[in-house]
Protein backbone atom coordinates (compact mmCIF):
# COMPACT_ATOMS: atom_id res chain seq x y z
CA UNK A 1 0.00 0.00 0.00
CA UNK A 2 1.58 3.53 -1.03
CA UNK A 3 1.58 6.28 1.80
CA UNK A 4 -0.24 9.24 0.56
CA UNK A 5 2.11 12.66 0.83
CA UNK A 6 0.06 14.92 2.71
CA UNK A 7 -0.88 18.21 0.81
CA UNK A 8 -2.95 21.40 2.21
CA UNK A 9 -3.60 22.73 -1.36
CA UNK A 10 -6.63 23.45 -2.88
CA UNK A 11 -6.48 23.48 -6.82
CA UNK A 12 -9.77 23.88 -7.95
CA UNK A 13 -12.36 26.58 -7.80
CA UNK A 14 -15.80 25.23 -6.69
CA UNK A 15 -15.18 21.84 -5.55
CA UNK A 16 -17.84 19.38 -4.07
CA UNK A 17 -14.79 18.43 -1.06
CA UNK A 18 -12.33 20.78 0.49
CA UNK A 19 -9.25 19.03 0.81
CA UNK A 20 -6.99 20.63 3.60
CA UNK A 21 -5.85 17.34 4.96
CA UNK A 22 -3.41 15.56 6.80
CA UNK A 23 -5.61 12.12 8.16
CA UNK A 24 -7.18 9.79 5.32
CA UNK A 25 -8.94 7.00 5.67
CA UNK A 26 -12.57 4.86 4.78
CA UNK A 27 -14.65 5.43 7.39
CA UNK A 28 -16.85 2.34 7.87
CA UNK A 29 -20.19 3.59 9.84
CA UNK A 30 -22.91 2.68 7.77
CA UNK A 31 -25.01 5.54 6.40
CA UNK A 32 -28.69 5.30 8.36
CA UNK A 33 -31.22 5.37 5.20
CA UNK A 34 -34.62 7.36 4.23
CA UNK A 35 -37.27 6.15 2.02
CA UNK A 36 -35.70 6.18 -2.06
CA UNK A 37 -37.15 9.35 -3.73
CA UNK A 38 -38.27 9.38 -7.80
CA UNK A 39 -35.51 11.33 -9.15
CA UNK A 40 -36.06 13.83 -12.06
CA UNK A 41 -34.05 12.54 -15.43
CA UNK A 42 -33.68 12.98 -19.15
CA UNK A 43 -33.74 10.28 -21.23
CA UNK A 44 -31.60 9.77 -24.47
CA UNK A 45 -33.27 6.97 -26.48
CA UNK A 46 -30.97 4.21 -27.78
CA UNK A 47 -31.01 3.99 -31.31
CA UNK A 48 -32.86 0.43 -32.92
CA UNK A 49 -29.15 -1.11 -32.84
CA UNK A 50 -27.92 0.20 -29.70
CA UNK A 51 -27.89 -3.00 -27.50
CA UNK A 52 -24.83 -1.59 -24.64
CA UNK A 53 -26.13 -1.60 -21.27
CA UNK A 54 -27.85 2.24 -20.38
CA UNK A 55 -25.14 4.67 -19.36
CA UNK A 56 -27.11 6.56 -16.01
CA UNK A 57 -24.81 10.00 -15.06
CA UNK A 58 -24.83 11.35 -11.64
CA UNK A 59 -24.02 15.08 -11.24
CA UNK A 60 -21.84 16.77 -8.70
CA UNK A 61 -23.03 18.72 -5.63
CA UNK A 62 -25.02 21.91 -6.73
CA UNK A 63 -24.77 20.99 -10.19
CA UNK A 64 -27.63 19.27 -11.91
CA UNK A 65 -28.53 16.61 -14.90
CA UNK A 66 -27.91 19.49 -17.30
CA UNK A 67 -24.38 19.94 -16.95
CA UNK A 68 -24.20 16.56 -18.17
CA UNK A 69 -26.61 16.89 -21.36
CA UNK A 70 -23.68 17.41 -23.76
CA UNK A 71 -21.91 14.71 -23.17
CA UNK A 72 -24.89 12.38 -22.68
CA UNK A 73 -26.14 13.94 -26.15
CA UNK A 74 -22.58 12.62 -27.63
CA UNK A 75 -22.36 9.34 -25.55
CA UNK A 76 -25.89 8.43 -26.92
CA UNK A 77 -24.68 9.56 -30.78
CA UNK A 78 -21.65 7.60 -30.87
CA UNK A 79 -22.44 4.52 -29.58
CA UNK A 80 -26.02 4.28 -30.07
CA UNK A 81 -26.61 3.60 -26.40
CA UNK A 82 -29.65 4.89 -24.42
CA UNK A 83 -28.43 7.33 -21.66
CA UNK A 84 -29.91 8.90 -18.48
CA UNK A 85 -28.91 11.99 -16.59
CA UNK A 86 -30.61 12.18 -13.41
CA UNK A 87 -31.19 14.78 -10.64
CA UNK A 88 -29.85 14.47 -7.22
CA UNK A 89 -32.21 14.68 -4.53
CA UNK A 90 -32.59 17.92 -3.10
CA UNK A 91 -30.75 19.09 -6.53
CA UNK A 92 -32.52 20.63 -9.93
CA UNK A 93 -35.95 19.05 -10.25
CA UNK A 94 -36.06 16.36 -8.09
CA UNK A 95 -37.59 16.27 -4.95
CA UNK A 96 -36.67 17.88 -1.75
CA UNK A 97 -36.02 15.67 1.50
CA UNK A 98 -34.66 16.27 5.25
CA UNK A 99 -32.37 13.32 4.79
CA UNK A 100 -29.25 13.06 1.94
CA UNK A 101 -26.60 10.34 2.35
CA UNK A 102 -24.48 8.83 -0.04
CA UNK A 103 -25.97 5.32 0.59
CA UNK A 104 -29.95 7.26 0.36
CA UNK A 105 -28.76 8.94 -2.91
CA UNK A 106 -27.82 5.78 -4.13
CA UNK A 107 -30.72 3.79 -3.06
CA UNK A 108 -32.61 6.49 -5.54
CA UNK A 109 -30.52 5.54 -8.22
CA UNK A 110 -31.61 2.04 -7.85
CA UNK A 111 -34.81 2.90 -7.82
CA UNK A 112 -34.81 4.89 -11.16
CA UNK A 113 -32.91 2.07 -12.71
CA UNK A 114 -35.99 -0.91 -11.30
CA UNK A 115 -38.21 1.61 -12.47
CA UNK A 116 -37.56 2.41 -16.18
CA UNK A 117 -36.64 -1.67 -16.08
CA UNK A 118 -32.86 -0.71 -17.56
CA UNK A 119 -31.73 -4.31 -16.47
CA UNK A 120 -27.72 -4.27 -16.74
CA UNK A 121 -26.91 -0.78 -16.52
CA UNK A 122 -23.54 1.33 -16.88
CA UNK A 123 -23.04 4.14 -14.24
CA UNK A 124 -20.87 7.66 -14.59
CA UNK A 125 -20.82 9.88 -11.93
CA UNK A 126 -18.57 12.93 -11.38
CA UNK A 127 -17.76 14.16 -7.37
CA UNK A 128 -20.29 13.51 -5.18
CA UNK A 129 -22.41 11.61 -8.36
CA UNK A 130 -19.41 9.32 -8.48
CA UNK A 131 -19.14 8.64 -4.47
CA UNK A 132 -22.92 7.87 -5.02
CA UNK A 133 -21.90 5.43 -7.73
CA UNK A 134 -19.13 4.09 -5.51
CA UNK A 135 -21.48 3.56 -2.47
CA UNK A 136 -24.73 1.96 -5.15
CA UNK A 137 -21.95 -0.68 -6.12
CA UNK A 138 -20.91 -1.53 -2.92
CA UNK A 139 -24.15 -1.32 -0.98
CA UNK A 140 -26.87 -2.73 -4.11
CA UNK A 141 -24.67 -4.33 -6.58
CA UNK A 142 -27.19 -7.59 -6.01
CA UNK A 143 -30.01 -5.97 -6.91
CA UNK A 144 -29.07 -4.54 -9.98
CA UNK A 145 -26.62 -5.50 -12.43
CA UNK A 146 -23.94 -2.68 -12.24
CA UNK A 147 -22.21 -3.71 -15.67
CA UNK A 148 -19.03 -0.71 -15.49
CA UNK A 149 -18.36 2.57 -13.82
CA UNK A 150 -17.10 5.68 -14.43
CA UNK A 151 -16.20 8.16 -11.47
CA UNK A 152 -15.16 11.77 -12.22
CA UNK A 153 -12.43 13.70 -10.32
CA UNK A 154 -13.18 11.93 -7.04
CA UNK A 155 -11.78 9.11 -4.52
CA UNK A 156 -13.52 7.31 -1.85
CA UNK A 157 -10.41 8.12 0.05
CA UNK A 158 -11.27 10.36 2.99
CA UNK A 159 -10.40 14.28 3.34
CA UNK A 160 -10.29 15.96 6.17
CA UNK A 161 -11.72 19.64 5.58
CA UNK A 162 -11.98 22.55 7.59
CA UNK A 163 -15.11 24.60 7.39
CA UNK A 164 -13.39 27.79 9.33
CA UNK A 165 -10.84 28.00 6.08
CA UNK A 166 -11.12 31.41 4.97
CA UNK A 167 -10.35 30.35 1.80
CA UNK A 168 -12.16 31.68 -0.90
CA UNK A 169 -12.78 28.55 -2.41
CA UNK A 170 -13.71 26.71 0.71
CA UNK A 171 -17.36 24.66 0.07
CA UNK A 172 -18.77 26.30 3.41
CA UNK A 173 -18.12 29.74 1.34
CA UNK A 174 -20.33 29.19 -0.75
CA UNK A 175 -23.46 28.00 1.24
CA UNK A 176 -23.00 30.97 3.19
CA UNK A 177 -22.72 33.12 0.16
CA UNK A 178 -25.82 32.05 -1.59
CA UNK A 179 -27.48 32.11 1.51
CA UNK A 180 -26.72 35.98 1.71
CA UNK A 181 -28.22 36.57 -1.83
CA UNK A 182 -31.42 38.32 -1.86
CA UNK A 183 -33.80 38.88 -5.19
CA UNK A 184 -37.03 39.89 -3.34
CA UNK A 185 -37.06 42.93 -5.52
CA UNK A 186 -36.94 40.81 -9.18
CA UNK A 187 -40.18 40.24 -11.47
CA UNK A 188 -38.29 37.89 -13.73
CA UNK A 189 -35.28 35.14 -13.44
CA UNK A 190 -33.24 37.28 -15.48
CA UNK A 191 -33.63 39.99 -12.90
CA UNK A 192 -32.88 37.89 -10.11
CA UNK A 193 -29.51 36.44 -11.59
CA UNK A 194 -28.50 40.11 -12.43
CA UNK A 195 -28.87 41.01 -8.84
CA UNK A 196 -27.47 38.04 -7.49
CA UNK A 197 -24.71 38.30 -9.62
CA UNK A 198 -23.87 41.53 -7.90
CA UNK A 199 -23.97 40.30 -4.69
CA UNK A 200 -21.94 37.00 -5.22
CA UNK A 201 -19.21 39.50 -7.17
CA UNK A 202 -18.55 40.77 -4.00
CA UNK A 203 -17.17 37.26 -2.87
CA UNK A 204 -16.97 35.30 -5.66
CA UNK A 205 -14.54 37.09 -8.63
CA UNK A 206 -14.91 34.02 -11.16
CA UNK A 207 -18.03 34.98 -13.53
CA UNK A 208 -18.40 32.02 -15.33
CA UNK A 209 -18.85 30.49 -11.24
CA UNK A 210 -21.52 32.85 -10.10
CA UNK A 211 -23.39 31.81 -13.67
CA UNK A 212 -23.49 28.51 -12.76
CA UNK A 213 -24.30 28.92 -9.05
CA UNK A 214 -27.51 31.16 -10.32
CA UNK A 215 -28.53 28.86 -12.55
CA UNK A 216 -30.04 27.21 -9.50
CA UNK A 217 -32.68 30.02 -9.27
CA UNK A 218 -35.84 29.22 -10.61
CA UNK A 219 -39.03 31.23 -11.19
CA UNK A 220 -41.98 29.47 -9.29
CA UNK A 221 -44.41 28.46 -12.02
CA UNK A 222 -47.66 29.15 -9.35
CA UNK A 223 -46.74 32.23 -7.36
CA UNK A 224 -44.01 33.30 -9.52
CA UNK A 225 -41.58 33.89 -7.34
CA UNK A 226 -37.86 33.93 -7.34
CA UNK A 227 -36.59 31.06 -5.56
CA UNK A 228 -33.72 28.56 -5.41
CA UNK A 229 -34.26 25.40 -7.16
CA UNK A 230 -32.16 23.21 -4.66
CA UNK A 231 -33.00 22.49 -1.27
CA UNK A 232 -30.25 24.89 0.27
CA UNK A 233 -30.52 24.19 3.90
CA UNK A 234 -30.51 20.42 3.07
CA UNK A 235 -27.71 20.25 1.27
CA UNK A 236 -25.93 22.45 3.64
CA UNK A 237 -26.55 20.51 6.64
CA UNK A 238 -26.04 17.35 4.74
CA UNK A 239 -22.29 18.35 3.36
CA UNK A 240 -21.44 19.04 6.99
CA UNK A 241 -22.73 15.23 8.57
CA UNK A 242 -22.96 13.00 5.47
CA UNK A 243 -21.58 14.15 1.98
CA UNK A 244 -17.74 15.60 2.81
CA UNK A 245 -16.99 11.92 4.02
CA UNK A 246 -18.13 8.58 2.30
CA UNK A 247 -18.81 5.81 4.80
CA UNK A 248 -18.37 2.45 2.86
CA UNK A 249 -19.28 -0.58 5.33
CA UNK A 250 -15.91 -2.60 6.27
CA UNK A 251 -17.46 -5.69 5.32
CA UNK A 252 -18.18 -4.32 1.79
CA UNK A 253 -14.57 -4.55 0.97
CA UNK A 254 -13.97 -4.90 -1.99
CA UNK A 255 -16.71 -2.77 -3.17
CA UNK A 256 -17.27 -3.56 -6.37
CA UNK A 257 -14.82 -5.94 -9.07
CA UNK A 258 -15.76 -4.92 -12.27
CA UNK A 259 -14.25 -2.68 -14.39
CA UNK A 260 -14.26 0.99 -13.20
CA UNK A 261 -12.65 3.67 -14.88
CA UNK A 262 -11.30 6.50 -12.61
CA UNK A 263 -10.66 9.76 -14.97
CA UNK A 264 -8.94 12.77 -12.75
CA UNK A 265 -8.17 16.21 -14.13
CA UNK A 266 -4.39 16.23 -14.67
CA UNK A 267 -4.40 19.70 -12.72
CA UNK A 268 -6.99 18.37 -10.02
CA UNK A 269 -5.20 17.17 -6.25
CA UNK A 270 -8.88 14.73 -6.06
CA UNK A 271 -6.99 11.36 -7.60
CA UNK A 272 -3.38 11.39 -6.25
CA UNK A 273 -1.62 8.86 -8.17
CA UNK A 274 -0.63 8.03 -4.58
CA UNK A 275 -3.57 6.59 -3.82
CA UNK A 276 -3.67 4.17 -6.54
CA UNK A 277 -2.98 0.99 -4.39
CA UNK A 278 -5.73 2.51 -2.04
CA UNK A 279 -8.29 2.66 -4.23
CA UNK A 280 -7.69 -1.05 -6.02
CA UNK A 281 -8.00 -2.56 -2.80
CA UNK A 282 -11.63 -1.13 -2.52
CA UNK A 283 -12.53 -1.53 -6.24
CA UNK A 284 -10.18 -4.53 -7.51
CA UNK A 285 -10.91 -3.58 -11.43
CA UNK A 286 -10.04 0.08 -10.92
CA UNK A 287 -8.05 1.57 -14.07
CA UNK A 288 -7.02 5.33 -14.44
CA UNK A 289 -7.19 8.49 -16.62
CA UNK A 290 -5.96 11.36 -16.57
CA UNK A 291 -6.77 14.69 -18.79
CA UNK A 292 -4.45 17.25 -18.88
CA UNK A 293 -5.22 20.77 -18.67
CA UNK A 294 -8.20 19.85 -16.86
CA UNK A 295 -9.10 20.17 -12.82
CA UNK A 296 -11.95 19.29 -11.25
CA UNK A 297 -14.84 20.10 -13.58
CA UNK A 298 -13.19 17.74 -16.53
CA UNK A 299 -16.10 17.14 -18.41
CA UNK A 300 -16.80 20.74 -19.00
CA UNK A 301 -13.03 22.10 -19.11
CA UNK A 302 -12.26 19.67 -21.63
CA UNK A 303 -15.03 18.51 -22.61
CA UNK A 304 -13.98 16.53 -26.39
CA UNK A 305 -10.75 15.50 -24.12
CA UNK A 306 -13.11 13.72 -21.86
CA UNK A 307 -14.71 11.83 -24.12
CA UNK A 308 -11.69 10.65 -25.89
CA UNK A 309 -10.78 9.20 -22.70
CA UNK A 310 -13.85 7.43 -21.93
CA UNK A 311 -15.51 6.34 -24.80
CA UNK A 312 -12.59 3.22 -25.12
CA UNK A 313 -13.86 2.36 -21.96
CA UNK A 314 -17.56 2.76 -22.59
CA UNK A 315 -17.37 0.64 -26.17
CA UNK A 316 -15.48 -2.11 -24.78
Given at each position: MLISKVRCILLQKLPDFSRCSANRGLAVTANRLSNPVSLAYDDFKASENGSRSPLVVCHGMLGSRQNWTSIAKQ????????????DARNHGDSPHTEHMSYASMALDVVKLVKDLSLGPVSLMGHSMGGRTIMMLAALYSQEINVDKMIVVDISPLNQDFDVTSSNEWNMEHYFYCLKGVYFDEAKTLFQARKMGDQQLAKRISDPMLRAWLLMNLRQNPETQKIEWRINLDGIHKAFKTEIARIKIPEDKIPAYSGPCLFVGGADSDY??????????????????????????????????????????????
Open positions: VNKQTGRRVITVIPVSDHEEIKEIFPGATFKYVEGAGHWVHSQKPHQFLETIMPFIKS
